[in-house]
């Protein structure tokens, strides 16, 4: 049986700050369409890792390889070519807040979209990508005008907004009420389906992880200590993954 | 003795040490705002042009602080005049008055508080902005969407800084003289006409151009130094305080420093 090329791609990676070594000597694969957990402790790590896979923060070693490209070895103008290819939701939305909701929106297409596209189709695009999180009629509102979970909302439309291959999220439920946070994971599984994107979503909420997984990998010093469905791992008996399930 | 002389030598070792890790950041700090300038340089000749952003920051840089500058402008050409004139009276060169103040404004006090206020108000108010886009991970957020933030945030700043810093000099210049006309008739009776014609007398190109042209060097000092410090902001609400109280008093400091430097100059080319 032919094997399918992962999508994303990352092997033997390590990064340290100092002499805190966050990640050593971590590897993963992922494979078009599937919606990747990784699960760890605070601080161990995981945020440094979607930063890296982004080139946001540079690895110290290790290979790195998204949609097939090496994104440690492209000049500056390539990996914004396919950075447009890579959605991304911050931990703290990052909404640009001198801006109305339409404008943050439109903030990617300037870079991507010819000044002939966006007057044709940026309205489309933003309203469509609006009405893909519900929040339509939000476009001409500031950020500081909505609520926590509307701003998460939002902050996904504009991932969404060139239609990427791979939408990256950051601890996409942190700070929401449980409400709220089982609204957004059911968001980013209904997305991922439309889009046929792949995700990779750093999160230790159980409902969020229980609801968009289908595959877990356990950041643990530093490592892929074990990766699994969901279902699996909460079955194991191994102490180091029982803390997260007990 | 011994002791207190072995203390005393124990201080003066971790006085010499801290006062060593203080001059390596000092140090640090310089080369890594001499890196920033170096970028700002190559990347503002790289197309494409953010001309909309610079427009806006122009119109928020000059347009905003115009009021401020204006009102500073008007009363230290006000008190300068009052605060000159009896000392000569006491010379009997009254009528030295527009002369000498005009020249103590165009010279030096119009642009470097002109400078001042900016360094205060656009230093602060980008080193905060920035810091808090730092902060907040926005600035992230316009990198991985493919934005330069550095062409798009510090370029415009530092360009509507330059360009506009100048521009609020040329009329802090202009308020100060008319502040001035008004405190020479606060006591005495000088016409519209006789004024002008004495403050114009008085000037000469080399009073005007070194004023002008180091604005611009103002102007620059202030926008990198603010955008320095916001951008490289450290995470927390404190470091973007930080960043802009920093940007406030190295742009302050900075001014003055370049204001030496172009006192000499304009020493050395003979246009004093």
């Known amino acids: 049986m032919k094997k399918i090329a992962p999508i994303v791609e990352v092997k033997n990676l390590y990064k340290s700050f100092g002499s805190n070594h966050v990640l050593k000597d971590f590897s993963m694969e992922v494979s078009p369409g599937e919606n990747i957990v990784v699960l760890g402790k605070s601080g161990s790590g995981k945020s440094v890792l979607i930063k890296c896979i982004i080139n946001l923060i540079q690895a110290d070693s290790g290979i790195l390889k998204i949609l097939n490209q090496s994104i440690q070895d492209m000049g500056e103008d ?36 010819s000044v002939e ?46 239609k990427p291959k791979v939408i990256l999220y950051d601890e996409p439920t942190t700070g929401l009420d449980p409400i709220t946070s089982r609204e957004i994971s059911e968001l980013m599984v209904k997305v991922q389906k439309k889009y046929n994107a792949t995700s990779i979503i750093i ?40 803390e997260f399930f007990d | 003795m011994t002791v207190n002389s072995a203390n005393l030598s124990k201080n003066q070792i971790r006085m010499l040490k801290t006062f060593q890790i203080e001059q390596n950041e000092f140090l640090k700090e310089i080369g890594n705002i001499a890196r920033f300038t170096g970028k700002f340089f ?10 909309k952003e610079f427009l806006n920051q122009c119109f928020w840089i000059g347009f905003k602080t115009l009021t401020l500058v204006g009102i500073t402008a008007f009363i230290m050409g006000l008190v300068l005049t009052i605060q000159s004139r009896p000392t000569l009276v006491e010379f009997g060169a009254e009528s030295m008055l527009p002369a000498m103040v ?39 957020a316009m990198e991985v969407s493919g934005t330069n933030p550095f062409k798009y ?5 530092v360009m509507a800084a330059t360009l506009m810093v100048p521009v609020l000099s040329s009329l802090a210049n202009a308020i100060s003289l008319y502040g001035g006309y008004l405190g020479v008739n606060i006591r005495g009776s000088v016409s519209w006409n006789l004024y002008w014609f004495q403050v114009f007398d008085a000037l000469s190109f080399g009073d005007l151009l070194p004023a002008i042209v180091k604005t611009f060097f ?19 609400t404190e470091g973007v305080g930080r960043s802009a109280t920093t940007a406030v008093i190295v742009a302050s400091l900075l001014v003055f420093i370049l204001d030496l430097i172009a006192v000499q100059v304009t020493d050395l080319l003979g246009l004093t």
């Open chain 1, 203 to 242: 999160s230790h909420d159980m409902n969020c992880i229980r609801i968009t997984s289908n595959r877990v990998i356990m950041l643990i010093d530093g490592k892929n200590y074990a990766e699994d469905t969901f279902e699996n791992l909460q079955k194991s008996t191994d102490p180091k993954i029982r």
């Open chain 2, 153 to 157: 945030l510090v370029v415009t700043r």
């Open chain 2, 42 to 51: 190559r990347t503002v000749i790289k197309p494409k042009q953010e001309y």
């Open chain 1, 117 to 162: 596209q966006r007057k044709q189709g940026a309205e489309r695009a933003v309203l469509e990508a609006l009405s893909d999180v519900g929040l339509a009629h939000t476009i001409d509102m500031m950020p500081a005008e909505l609520s926590g979970g509307m701003k998460k909302r939002v902050a996904l439309a504009r991932s969404l907004i060139l």
């Open chain 1, 78 to 113: 390539e990996v914004d070519q396919l950075r447009s290819e890579i959605g991304f939701l911050f931990q703290s939305n990052a909404l640009y807040d001198s801006m109305t909701v339409r404008q943050n929106l439109e903030f990617p297409l300037r870079r991507h979209w």
């Open chain 2, 218 to 236: 103002f102007g620059f000092a202030i926008g990198i130094i603010g955008c320095y410090m916001g951008y490289y902001s450290k995470k927390g």
């Open chain 2, 102 to 140: 005009s020249v103590s404004l165009i010279r030096e006090i119009a642009p470097v508080i002109t400078a001042l206020i900016c360094a205060g108000k656009i230093g602060s108010g980008i080193g905060a902005e920035l810091g808090s886009m730092r902060v907040t991970e926005q600035i992230d």
